[in-house]
């Protein structure tokens, strides 16, 4: 089994900036995928960002919407997510997960809220 704990998020003003970290343990296969997902009011949950770790490297991606803003980064089996430059849109409950082949582990979610 896998568990992932999650921190960060909070209260934040347009613009301004906030980091997530969400590290992982138990069962950890070296190749895999760590990111964030979110889910914003009245929208589908969407992949901000992730980091693949394989044989030949590490692969990044990123939302267009974040794009520019938000810079993902790992270390071992915790990766942190840096927001910068937030927008009341970024609202929303981001959730850390991990992928270990075909299985998905999900963190329990933080609440990030940027006012306007």
């Known amino acids: 089994q896998v568990q992932l704990e999650e921190s960060g998020g909070g209260l934040v003003q347009a613009g301004g900036s906030l980091r997530l970290s969400c590290s992982a343990s138990g069962s950890i296969f070296a190749v895999n995928t760590m990111g964030w997902y979110r889910q914003t009011p009245g929208k589908q949950r969407e992949l901000v960002a992730n980091i693949a770790t394989g044989v030949t490297g590490a692969t990044i991606n990123y939302a267009d919407s974040v794009k520019g803003r938000f810079t993902i980064s790992r270390d071992k089996n915790t990766v942190y997510l840096q927001m910068s430059s937030l927008k009341p849109e970024d609202t929303g409950v981001y959730y850390c997960?991990?992928?270990?082949?075909?299985?998905?582990?999900w963190g329990q979610g933080t609440q990030v809220t940027v006012s306007s």
């Open positions: 997960y991990i992928r270990i082949f075909s299985n998905m582990y």
